[in-house]
């Protein structure tokens, strides 16, 4: 990937690309992922305020854990390209089915290796946050997906079968 590709922290600086990235989930119809990004961006400043809060553990739900986001920026047309959330840490919950980190690359710009690249900047930042191990998860339906976190090391462990019936396949990867 000869581009400069870099992972930047949320700011109202980027409100033009991140509702152009934002738009483009919510047109495609798609689950948007990770979960930061449904957030609904209305009022901008205080959506980034909030993401810049929770990663100091300020006003987090009860049961939560502090999470970094991170959203991908192309340097060379400051596209954002994708977005990435790093949990601190793992609740019961996390350790099955969410993981440390979940990443998402906007509908246009999937298949490019911007999902390999993501992951493997996300592995950098938790490594930094102090996480030596990272689960990342992902639904078995999700070839694409699953292919993505063993390019960057992932080491497959049991399987977490969720209530519903769908299968979530579960990584190790040492950051």
């Not at 810049?52 to 192309?74: F, H, K, M, N, Q």
């Not at 938790?126 to 997906?145: F, P, R, Y």
């Not at 977490?160 to 019936?165: H, K, L, N, P």
Request: proline residues 3%; negative net charge; hydrophobic residues 40%.
């Amino acid at each position: 990937m000869s581009e400069k590709i870099t992972l930047i922290k949320p700011t109202t600086e980027r409100q033009q690309d991140y509702m152009a990235f934002y738009e483009e989930w919510i047109e495609s119809g798609e689950t948007m992922v990770p979960w930061v990004i449904t957030k609904a961006p209305t009022d901008f400043q205080a959506m980034v305020r909030e993401l810049l809060d929770a990663e100091r553990g300020i006003g987090i739900r009860e049961g939560w854990v502090p999470d970094s986001t991170y959203w991908l920026l192309r340097e060379n047309d400051q596209t954002i390209l994708g977005a990435v959330n790093i949990r601190h840490s793992l609740t019961d919950f996390l350790r099955n089915a969410g993981g440390h980190i979940g990443y998402g690359i906007r509908p246009s710009e999937r298949r490019k290796g911007y999902a390999t690249k993501i992951l493997e900047l996300a592995l950098q930042k938790a490594k930094v946050l102090g996480i030596k191990e990272a689960l990342v998860v992902c639904d078995e339906e999700n070839i694409a997906s699953w292919k993505t976190i063993i390019k960057n090391g992932g080491n497959q462990v049991e399987n977490f079968v969720e209530e519903s019936g769908n299968v979530v396949k579960r990584f190790w990867i040492t950051c």
